[in-house]
């Protein structure tokens, strides 16, 4: 990966290019105003990949009681398939293991085999699936787990 890439927590500065990835990634994206409850709640944790002063990337994971939710984590169209999700993905377990996370779980819709074969590659298996959870395209989530970080 090119030394130009930054991950690094996300910050009030950046919530305009996470909104605007939220926009162009998720059929019912977060507002800047959810963004940035998040990026101040003392449960969530939000990291972005930066590359060459832009925001490549972002993530937000939750930690409650022991056991993580990685609630969000999106690329911009252009920067996927350069190991953008990995990075991030490196960063949220190192952080989970940092704080004594047993489980990770996840949502992804099910069509999404792209983002389920980067979970399953840090370990998240499937446990569940809830059906009709998604709208626009209407489709089942798949919830996976990883309960041995």
């Not at 969530?44 to 984590?73: H, S």
């Not at 990770?104 to 085999?113: A, D, F, G, H």
Request: aromatic content about 10%; overall charge negative; hydrophobic content about 40%.
């Amino acid at each position: 990966m090119d030394k130009n890439v930054i991950l690094r927590p996300m910050e009030s500065a950046d919530l305009d290019q996470v909104e605007k990835l939220e926009q162009t990634c998720f059929s019912h994206p977060w507002s800047k105003k959810l963004l940035e409850e998040s990026l101040n709640s003392r449960l969530d944790t939000c990291f972005v990949c930066q590359f060459e002063n832009k925001i490549a990337g972002y993530c937000v994971v939750r930690i409650l009681a022991g056991e993580g939710e990685l609630q969000r984590i999106a690329v911009f169209l252009q920067y996927r398939r350069q190991g953008f999700a990995r990075r991030l993905m490196d960063e949220v377990m190192a952080f989970a293991r940092e704080n004594g996370v047993s489980a990770i779980s996840l949502e992804v819709r099910e069509s999404n085999t792209g983002a389920r074969h980067l979970y399953e590659a840090y370990g998240f298996c499937q446990e569940a699936v809830r059906k009709g959870y998604y709208q626009n395209p209407s489709e089942d989530a798949v919830i996976m787990w990883n309960r041995g970080i």
